[in-house]
């Protein structure tokens, strides 16, 4: 029986920790090539030897290196249908107090990376005559204002706006393009979070209707979906997956 991406080749950046991490494991045990791109080096060390992934390690602002990634793929004869722009940084930093350095630094990884890299891969889809889909992570903070995260705010609040105009731009393509939202999911911060600042956890709770954090699968459970064949009729989109957050 043929596993369910066993025709999948996917780019995924971020790759090294929370739900990048949790998502390439997900696509090697259901058949797919995963090419992944972390910064931390040594983070994918116990699953390199798969001989399903190709580990990339730089930044992914690093235009060169995303360049080369889509070259190895071409010249090993495994082109990427699907891309899951994962990577980002967070800055937490009251308003008054950013400086524009502060702001470029969160925008160039936050934003400017994955418009550059949907410029790239759109290019390369054409190229080669495929049809593909991306999705791109973002964030409930890009849909309510959160308090000293201003600069991380309006990276996802145009990686949002981005998203649907690209995806309306190439849908005659066979490019589609759609966003995820998650709210608070256990990733690597989470028990550091948890820990450290009780009272603002405890907040997070009270505030979300399910009364939990999200795990990494109940969001790689709907990147899978989006970049599979299944959601074929689907691009433009936003998705969130905040346990009811930006409902209540």
């Known amino acids: 029986m043929l596993k369910k991406f066993s025709k999948k080749v996917v780019f995924i950046t971020g790759a090294g920790k929370g739900i990048g991490r949790a998502l390439s494991e997900s696509l090697l045990s259901k058949g797919a090539f995963v090419y992944a791109l972390t910064r931390s080096k040594g983070s994918m060390k116990d699953i390199e030897k798969n001989k399903n992934i190709k580990i990339f390690y730089g930044d992914v ?65 054409l190229k080669q005559k495929i049809k593909t889909s991306i999705v791109n992570i973002g964030s409930i903070v890009g849909e309510n204002g959160f308090a000293e995260l201003v600069g991380y705010s309006a990276t996802k609040g145009a990686l949002k706006s981005l998203t649907k105009s690209v995806a309306v731009e190439h849908a005659k393509d066979n490019i589609r393009v759609n966003i995820v939202l998650p709210g608070f999911i256990k990733t690597s911060y989470f028990e550091k979070f948890k820990k450290n600042k009780k009272k603002l956890y405890k907040w997070t709770i009270d505030r979300t209707p399910i009364s939990r954090w999200g795990e990494a699968n109940e969001v790689v459970n709907l990147v899978e979906f989006l970049i599979s064949d299944d959601s074929s009729y689907i691009t433009g989109s936003s998705f969130n997956v905040d346990g009811g957050w930006l409902s209540s």
């Open 61 to 125: 602002s690093n235009i060169k290196l995303i360049k080369k990634i889509l070259n190895t793929s071409i010249k090993e004869k495994k082109i990427i249908n699907a891309v899951v722009n994962n990577a980002g940084i967070r800055q937490r930093k009251k308003f008054l107090k950013l400086s524009s350095s502060d702001i470029n630094d969160v925008f160039k990884v936050n934003f400017f990376s994955i418009f550059r890299i949907m410029q790239l891969y759109c290019s390369y889809s």
